[in-house]
């Protein structure tokens, strides 16, 4: 390679910004593991020792330990990069999305109740021209920040209800931007 093509390539690197879910969301996922399997695996082992069961629970435990550590995993690479050549969205399961510039049609930042309460969260949907969803960023898991950031990279007018919607007049309003169990009519 030309030593001007390694510029290029450092300088686009550089420009690279890496954005990340709530971290607090993994303190409270491990907290919560600990918690339900920790007392459960304790009982099962006391009462199991004596006995020739122990090795039953041993697996068992060892399984667990092993979905917990994959979901650690899933957690820590999920991430959203904005880059000069688009938007990259690696999510919880491995799916990887890329957005090139030019792609997204239509980007949509609502608030919507979460259901029982009188909290609003944003939700940022991008979507093609013809209506397919391409990203999705949850305020669950998503900063507000991070949402602006991610419809400011991608150049195209963002579309602001003025009053937070409820689940269903997010339906009614942009069905398609929902999965597949939210488009559900009995669907909270």
């Known amino acids: 390679m030309s030593e001007q093509t ?18 607090h ?20 082992y006391w009462l199991t020792i004596p006995g020739p069961g122990w090795p039953y629970v041993l697996v068992a435990h060892l399984v667990v330990i092993g979905a917990t ?17 688009g938007v990259r969205e690696r999510g919880f399961f491995g799916r990887t999305v890329h957005v090139a510039p030019g792609e997204a049609g239509a980007v949509i930042l609502v608030h919507v109740y979460e259901s029982s309460t009188l909290e609003a969260l944003p939700q940022l949907f991008v979507a093609t021209a013809q209506g397919r969803l391409l990203i999705r ?3 669950q898991f998503w900063s507000q920040a ?6 400011e990279e991608l150049d195209v007018p963002v579309t602001r209800p003025e009053e937070p919607m409820t689940m269903n007049q997010l339906r009614r309003a942009w069905p398609r931007l929902l999965y597949w169990f939210e488009r559900l009519r009995f669907a909270r």
């Open 25 to 44: 969301l993994f303190l409270r996922g491990i907290v919560a593991v600990l918690a339900l399997t920790t007392p459960v695996f304790a009982v099962l």
């Open 69 to 85: 550590v994959v979901g650690v995993a899933s957690f820590l690479n999920t991430t959203i990069v904005l880059r000069p050549d």
């Open 146 to 151: 991070d949402m602006e950031r991610v419809a």
């Open 6 to 23: 390694d510029v290029d390539r450092e300088a686009a690197m550089a420009r690279e910004t890496v954005l990340r879910p709530h971290r």
């Open 137 to 139: 960023m949850r305020g």
